[in-house]
């Protein structure tokens, strides 16, 4: 998916994108291709699963007050559970996230902004078709088929197939959706 679909999508669902201008960002260490996403499409302030977005960045040892050793992961944002979302800039700027209570471990997301980017909009297109099909809970209760999640799945490999095969936050997002239909289907079946 380019930048210019991922701005028409987000644009056309009425989502509000925060772009970074280039003064705010270059000292950060990105490389050409995350500097142009930022300037040029930006990052919605939310968006599903769960996931926050930063108006100004900052290294993860600025923000902790950790150490040098951080410097190199830019927080970007923040997951459902309150860990830093990062640009590794040691790593051509692979999308990580920091376990926040295992002294910042990193775990994969994405290969890339851009992939990133592309993920959630296809998983927006995924909670959309589950309230278009399943019903206005349907997200809420984790109403989705197996063919939902599959295509959910296959779609993400295509984007980037380390994140789906990689165990983190795409795999750990696919436990959770199981976990809750599994609940809620528990549920239901003892009213």
């Not at 994108?17 to 500097?35: D, H, I, M, P, Q």
């Amino acid at each position: 998916m380019r930048n210019e679909e991922i701005l028409a999508y987000w644009s056309g669902h009425g989502v509000v994108l925060t772009t970074y201008r280039l003064e705010s960002v270059e000292a950060c260490g990105f490389k050409k291709a995350t500097l142009d996403l930022l300037q040029t499409v930006g990052l919605p302030v939310e968006a599903d699963p769960f996931l926050n977005f930063d108006r100004d960045f900052k290294s993860v040892s600025t923000s902790y007050r950790i150490g040098a050793q951080f410097a190199h992961f830019i927080r970007i944002g923040f997951d459902s559970a309150g860990n830093p979302l990062v640009i590794n800039t040691e790593k051509e700027d692979l999308i990580e996230w920091l376990d926040h209570e295992t002294q910042f471990a990193p775990h994969y997301v994405n290969c890339s902004l851009q992939a990133l980017s592309a993920s959630m909009v296809l998983y927006h297109q995924f909670v959309e078709n589950l309230l278009a099909t399943r019903g206005p809970d349907a997200y809420e209760k984790a109403d989705f088929t197996d063919e939902q999640l599959t295509e959910l799945k296959t779609g993400l490999s295509k984007i980037d197939e380390q994140a789906v095969l990689a165990k983190g936050f795409w795999q750990g997002e696919f436990t959770t959706l199981l976990a809750n239909r599994a609940y809620y289907k528990t549920s239901e079946n003892s009213l």
